[in-house]
């Protein structure tokens, strides 16, 4: 059984994928700080995979932490890096919190992958790096445009680093992951998205405006140029995600010293009125909308070109709008009744 480290595995996607590993006869090992998870995240896994995993509690920035962990499992043979801050107007107001972190989270894995001869990376970036694109659907090969944010510009730079490295003659294989919009959530209801305070994205919000927690939900501008006139985006079921880091860890054991990014989406474009009504109908509950100014910062619309991860990756979504939406409802529910 392959052990593999999963850096953020507490977390939304993280999780997800910690279950699909194990599922797919891998040995996950877990670090999370739970800066922006909670440890009842890892019982979810448990009751899923009927067995507690393997985790340390500690900080990828912390390189003494990061050595003691590897120390611990020299059986180590590859790394799905998702420790990372993921607020964009976050990190516009506190920058050096998302430069510190994401950059320096990566320098540290890096290193310490390099001084144990762990040669498979999967790293997890966003469709942020293409701002917004000029061809759509966008494929990997699209201009990387200069980032909307502070958050945006470190998944440049992320990815730059991983590719330096193996310019460098390092003989690491990595595959960068461009997510594109993760929703929903297992669908046992264990796990699922846990924002700490308001929720920053539409889906999260929406379930919170479900369950009576938030107050009506906005939609941020309804004038733009698309059929329904709101910003459309390319939702992708997070189990599908989650399935994606396994296709992602399957090819970089396969493609030594290699480097390739990989958009992950479903190649459909969704509007947040589409996302809204598909809730509404998926679940039978009606919202209490309203029409909004345009959030700052938002690009009008982007979805993904699956192609590249189809052919390469032999990976494609199962999972359906519907499917997430009514998964997201699932665990918003179990997560109300243990409140
Ligand atoms: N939206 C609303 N009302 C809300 C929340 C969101 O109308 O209450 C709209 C947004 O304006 C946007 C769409 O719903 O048009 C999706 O917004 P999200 O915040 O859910 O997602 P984003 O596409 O803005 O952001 C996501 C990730 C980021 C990543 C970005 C890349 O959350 O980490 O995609 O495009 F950087």
Known sequence: ??????????????????VELHHAGYLPIIIDDFSNSHPKVLE????????????????????????SVLDQHPELEGCIHFAAFKA???????????????????????SEM????????VFSSSCTVYGQPTKLPVEEGANIHSANSPYGYTKQVCEQMIRDLQSSGTPISSVILRYFNPIGAHSSGKIGEL???????????????????????????????TPDGTCIRDY?????????????????????????????GTGEGKSVREVIDTFQKVNGIELNVKLGERRLGDVEQIYASGEKARQVLN?????????ALADAWCWQQNLSLQE
């Not at 990976?315 to 499917?323: C, I, N």
């Open 1 to 18: 059984m392959k052990s593999i480290l999963v850096t953020g595995g507490a977390g939304f996607i993280g999780s997800h994928t910690v």
């Open 44 to 67: 979810g896994i448990e009751e899923i995979i009927g067995q507690a995993p393997i985790f340390y509690e500690g900080d990828c920035k912390n390189p003494i932490f990061l050595r």
């Open 88 to 110: 964009v107007g976050e990190s516009v107001e506190n920058p050096l919190k998302y430069y510190h972190n994401n950059i320096g989270s990566l320098a540290n894995i890096l």
């Open 114 to 121: 390099n001084r144990k001869e762990i040669h498979q990376l």
């Open 195 to 225: 924002p700490l305070g308001t929720p920053d994205n539409l889906v999260p919000f929406i379930t919170q405006s479900a369950a009576g927690i938030r107050g009506g939900l906005t939609i941020f501008g309804s004038d733009y140029s």
């Open 236 to 264: 992708i079921h997070v189990v599908d995600l989650a399935k994606a880091h396994v296709s992602a860890l399957k090819w970089t054991s396969k493609n030594p010293s290699k480097c390739e990014a990989f958009n992950i």
């Open 315 to 323: 990976w494609e979504p199962e999972l359906s709008l519907a499917d």
